[in-house]
């Protein structure tokens, strides 16, 4: 029964609420509101008793894979356990009765917080000054290059192009046409990382900038950074760092020490805030001081009187900004949570983080290369891609293994990305998964790879066990009625 939908479920006359009394001189709703706003017929919703209504969305929550339910080894992604009391801080009345328009000294706890969690995430990203205005990673990438675009602008010149390697995420070449720059693309030397001669061949005074991501989309630390940055810097150019990898940095090196100009953070993937579904996520900026002006308004600013009382302020007049990139300040529910990470975890804790999230990289990476092609056979950071080249010339695709994987109740990982690597298995277990855990999905992986040459028919009707089965992906891209 819990398959239909709400109104199919409807029974006349039940309630699962109930309303204060009606003032006594109630007339109708016509004494709060004016006629013109108010409906001519009354609403057609759904009439059920509260057992009912719990009962339909916990049978709907089970039906979807969550980070609560299993392992969610998504590459790139860092899929890791949101900790519940993120959500308890989140939820505290001073902070969930605050209104956006709320002048500032009236909210001076939550300024404080953010002013703060700036202060943090200069300190462990090594860079001066942080906004937390974008929204996400991908709005991050875009704010970063406007504010490229406004330094070179200011220093009177019309720079157009952008460089990025060949195992870039998606978004930055997305987020670069859409900022207006021309796209330069170096390829990946023989052990997965940037080549620097042929970096230096189209590194130029066209060069705006040049965006990377460290460690990799391989998995692998690019260990000639140093190198990279001097490259970048000797044409003018400023160094972008894509933030989506930095859970395997926390604690043991930081951007700016590396040399780059601007970072993003994602605090749905590094500092454990939700990640997915549609909802708010946070994509925090990170800047040297050259970049300062142009940091998008308002900024949090702290001042202290006479008295020595310490006050927060936004502050809105800064001529070189690029002006707002979010309305208001940024998603402070989500920044709120990532700062209770970062404050529970301390600096010990978020190296920990860093360490067991390499260590659990490799020990997957190294059960699994003898089943699964490994085209670079290397220690790698926190995640590592496999290639199911050795399953395909068995007839089995990769996206039939990753359908396979979802019958085990694991979310599968990312597939066909990056790009530079044929039929591409993209694994990141995260620091949150135990050894049983990973265990388990070794003891899958290792069972489709026999599947594959001993059963491979329930791996193309797979998934098998899931809600809904194996789908038509091209009538499922044009037909979003999913049914049941």
Not at 74 to 101: D, Q, W
Not at 183 to 203: F, H, M, R
Not at 315 to 335: K, L, M, Q, T, W
Not at 458 to 481: C, F, H, Q, W, Y
């Amino acid at each position: 029964m819990y398959d239909k939908s709400l109104i199919e479920l409807s029974s006349p006359g039940r309630t699962g609420f109930s309303l204060p009394d009606l003032p006594e001189q109630y007339n109708g709703p016509e004494d709060y509101l004016p006629l013109s706003v108010l409906r001519k017929d009354k609403p057609n919703l759904p009439e059920l008793s509260e057992p009912e209504i719990v009962r339909h969305f916990i049978a709907l929550s089970v039906k979807n894979h969550h980070i609560d339910k299993g392992i969610y080894p998504l590459g790139s992604c860092t899929m890791k356990y949101n900790p519940k009391v993120n959500e308890v801080t989140a939820n505290l009345p001073g902070f969930t009765a605050a209104h956006p328009h709320a002048p500032a000294d009236s909210v001076q706890g939550t300024l404080g917080l953010m002013f703060e969690l700036e202060n943090m995430l200069a300190a462990i990203s090594g860079m001066d000054h942080i906004t937390l205005q974008p929204a996400a990673g991908a709005h991050g990438e875009f704010a970063a290059l406007l504010l490229m675009r406004a330094y070179h602008k200011k220093n009177k010149q019309n720079r157009q192009n952008i460089i990025i390697p060949d195992s870039a995420h998606g978004t930055n070449p997305a987020s670069v046409a859409l900022a207006g720059f021309n796209t330069i693309k170096v390829p990946s030397n023989d052990k997965g990382l940037v080549d620097i001669e042929k970096l230096a061949a189209v590194c130029d005074s066209d060069t705006a900038g040049f965006m990377l991501t460290n460690p990799n989309t391989l998995g692998f630390f690019e260990i000639d950074i140093e190198k990279i940055a001097a490259v970048i810097h000797d044409c003018g150019g400023l160094l972008y760092m894509d933030g989506a990898n930095l859970n395997a940095l926390l604690g043991l090196v930081r951007p700016g020490d590396m040399g780059f100009d601007i970072v993003h953070f994602n605090f749905h993937k590094t500092f454990s805030t939700p990640h997915g579904g549609g909802g708010p996520g946070g994509g925090a900026l990170g800047i040297k001081s050259a970049l300062e002006p142009f940091l998008p308004t308002p900024i949090i600013g702290r001042k202290t009187n006479k008295s020595n009382k310490v006050s927060y302020y936004l502050e809105y007049s800064r001529p070189d900004s690029i002006g707002r990139v979010h309305g208001f300040y940024g998603n402070v529910g989500v920044a709120i949570r990532a700062f209770t990470y970062i404050l529970k975890h301390g600096p010990d804790g978020l190296k920990r983080i860093a360490k067991t999230a390499i260590i659990n990289a490799n020990y997957l990476m190294n059960k699994l290369k003898a089943d699964y092609d490994l085209p670079y056979d290397s220690l790698c950071m926190h995640e590592f891609v496999l290639s199911g080249d050795r399953q395909l010339a068995n007839g089995i695709k990769t996206t039939d293994i990753a359908k396979r994987i979802l019958d085990f109740g694991i979310h599968a990982p990312t597939v066909y990305f990056p790009l530079i690597i044929h039929e591409a298995i993209m694994i990141e277990p995260t620091e949150t998964e135990s050894r049983e855990s990973l265990d388990n999905f070794i003891s899958v992986m290792k069972r489709i790879a026999g599947e594959v040459k001993d059963n491979p028919e329930i791996i193309k009707s797979a998934p098998n066990n899931t809600p809904v089965g194996r789908l038509d992906e091209a009538a499922a891209a044009k037909n979003m009625d999913v049914g049941w």
